[in-house]
Each structure stands twice: as structure tokens, then as C-alpha cells.
């Protein structure tokens, strides 16, 4: 997409809250605010936003900060309205201590901001899209909450009565859950330490279990939206469900990313430049989606066993590798709608039906 002073007359920036949005209207050719307004974060709010946009004549586009949390209403709102959208991270800020605030300046920041900007990118779309990230969302916390409970099962049969460890001493954590799960605690002593240790375990257990089932449900709902709109990821090595889905929740649709170089830098798999004279080196890049990145990963490692040429085994008097510019995991960071895997086995392209 080519800079907005050459697409639009008027550039519309968009400070996005909970309950408001702010907006401040630009010339693109000035930088002029022409004007300035706030309006309720609900379908009639956003109707008066398009209002006021009408009053100024000329083809325009929506800078808009957080489309994909508080301004997802107001970009689907755009969307449907034929409206160009542009994503926006949050607008830089002045570093001095004093520096100026307000949701008027933010509006006018992210306007300005997105005049400034020579590569602009796309908001991510599509009811697929949107389904998949609700599904990882709810199944990343059951998982996490389930880890957690593990973690305070293990904690508290360490520090239980003698009588209650006995029981799950020498178990693996799975076999810890199905004994605290058969724990009754009605039988037990009238000691009330006793009993207590049994009622908590056992309920540990069961939330474990519960949240394990609703992971569960979430990968098999994320299975079947795979399956309906991009089944052939799922016949690549070292892709399976979760892998593919959040691949496909970052890159959303055909043209968001412009090649694989930038879906690379999303990714964070992109090596930096850090050469200075004669030396060249790279470093690693801390930045970019971190869950694709950690997709990526999962697709390496899964793929390095069956390479021709096994990777060595490091040992601690090998000496350590330096970095080169394109490692394992920059060379997996190909975007759907370009990959090509080693296997053959990409039947389409990633905007076919």
C-alpha cells in the first residue's frame, strides 16, 4: 500500500476506548485538523462518526488504534461501510516527562502517524480469523489455569499430613490427579488438617480436569475451522491444529503481509543487522508475535529429525555457533500464502477458495 498523502484527501485518526472514541479529522496535504469530535463506542455512535466525516469532502481514510480490542466494533462498522482502514499501533509519545496527553492529541497523533508512515498495514479480517483467535484465546487460559493447578497439587501434597502424602508418593503428576480425584474426604478422621488436605486436593483435581476437558473442546473446535478453510496446512510437517491456526490469526487474509520478508519480521524470526566494519553478525529480534514466533519454533524443531543431515549434538567444549543471517527459523517464516514445504505437500494457494 502506497503512502495515504498519495491515495486520500483526508486522513480521519481514531483514539479508541471502552466506552468513547475520539477522532480527529486531517488534510493530508496540510496536515490541518479540520475537526474534532467524540462519540459513544456503539453502533450509533459510529454512525455519527460517519456523519461527521461527510461533512468533509474528498476520498479519506481511518487511522485507527486497536482495531483488533477496543476498535474492533468501529473497523467492522468501516468495513462494511466500504471504508479504507488502516491499523495503527499505539502512537509514539513525546519521551520528555511533560509531554502532552489527551484523547484528542492521541486522535491527532494517530492521523499524523499513519501520513507519516510508508508501508501501512491492513486490519486483520474475516469471520475464520476472528472464530480461530476467540478459540486459542479461551483454550491458552484453560491450559495456563490447568498448569496452575498442577503446580498447587504438587505444592500442597509436599506440605500435607504424612497420611495424605503417603498416599501419592512416588506417583507421576498424571496418577497424582487420579488419586486426588478418588480422594473422599468424608471419611476421613475427625482431624481437621486431614480433612481439609483431602477436600483441596480432590477439588485441585477436578479443576484440572475440567479445564483439560474444555482445552480440549477448544482444539477440536480449532480443528474443524482449520479443516473448513485451510485443510491443506494441516498435511504439512510439524503443523497440526494450533500451529496452523495461529499462523492463519496473523496472517489473516491474501495482502496483509507483502512478502515473506515481512511476514518474517511479524513473525520475529527476522535476523537484525548488527554489523559494525569488518565484522558481520546479526542478533536475535526480540520483537514481532510472539505466539507465531513460538509457531514457527514448534515447526523447526518438528522438522529437524527428519532433515538429511542431522543437526549436531552440542556438546560443552564445542565451540558456540555464530548466528547467520538466515537461521532454521527464519527460513521456516514463509507465510501461507507463499510457503513451500520441503514435502511437496502445498496443493493451493493460500487465497483459493
Not at 503428576?173 to 477436600?199: W, Y
Amino acid at each position: 500500500m502506497s503512502m495515504l498523502t498519495e491515495l486520500v484527501e483526508v486522513v480521519i485518526g481514531v483514539d479508541t476506548h471502552k466506552h468513547t472514541h475520539t477522532a480527529a479529522i486531517l488534510d493530508a496535504r496540510t496536515g490541518a485538523v479540520l475537526d474534532r469530535v467524540t462519540v459513544t463506542a456503539d453502533p450509533d455512535g459510529y454512525g455519527d462518526l460517519l456523519g461527521v466525516a461527510e461533512r468533509h469532502s474528498g476520498l479519506r481514510a481511518w487511522a485507527v488504534e486497536g482495531t483488533g480490542g477496543y476498535g474492533a466494533g468501529l473497523h467492522r462498522h468501516l468495513a462494511g461501510a466500504g471504508e479504507l482502514v488502516v491499523e495503527l499501533d499505539r502512537p509514539k509519545r513525546p519521551a520528555r516527562r511533560a509531554g502532552a496527553k489527551s484523547d484528542p492529541i492521541d486522535a491527532e497523533r494517530a492521523a499524523r502517524d499513519a501520513l507519516a508512515r510508508t508501508r501501512l498495514a491492513q486490519p486483520k479480517t474475516g469471520p475464520q480469523r476472528a472464530a480461530l483467535q476467540m478459540r486459542l484465546t479461551a483454550r491458552r487460559a484453560a491450559v495456563e489455569a490447568a498448569t496452575t493447578a498442577q503446580r498447587q497439587l504438587h505444592a500442597m501434597v509436599i506440605t500435607a499430613p504424612e497420611t495424605v502424602r503417603a498416599r501419592f508418593r512416588g506417583q507421576s503428576t498424571r496418577t497424582m490427579i487420579t488419586t486426588a480425584v478418588r480422594l473422599r474426604p468424608a471419611t476421613a478422621s475427625g482431624n481437621i488438617e486431614i480433612t481439609t488436605a483431602l477436600t483441596v486436593l480432590r477439588d485441585l483435581a477436578r479443576r484440572v480436569r475440567a479445564l483439560e476437558t474444555e482445552a480440549a473442546a477448544h482444539e477440536a473446535a480449532i480443528r474443524a475451522i482449520v479443516r473448513s478453510w485451510r485443510p491443506d496446512l494441516l498435511t504439512l510437517t510439524g503443523v497440526g491444529p494450533i500451529v496452523a491456526a495461529t499462523v492463519l490469526t496473523a496472517w489473516s487474509h491474501p495482502g496483509r503481509c507483502r512478502d515473506d520478508a515481512a511476514f518474517a519480521m511479524l513473525a520475529g524470526v527476522a535476523p537484525i543487522p548488527a554489523s559494525s566494519g569488518k565484522t558481520v553478525r546479526y542478533r536475535l529480534n526480540r520483537s514481532g508475535d510472539r505466539q507465531l514466533n513460538r509457531a514457527l519454533h514448534t515447526i523447526t524443531l518438528s522438522r529437524l529429525p527428519t532433515t538429511n543431515a542431522p543437526a549436531p549434538t552440542p556438546t560443552a567444549a564445542a565451540p558456540r555457533a555464530k548466528p547467520t543471517a538466515r537461521s532454521n527459523a527464519a527460513s521456516s517464516a514463509t507465510s501461507p500464502e507463499s510457503s513451500t514445504d520441503a514435502s511437496k505437500h502445498h496443493p493451493q494457494p493460500l487465497d483459493a477458495p
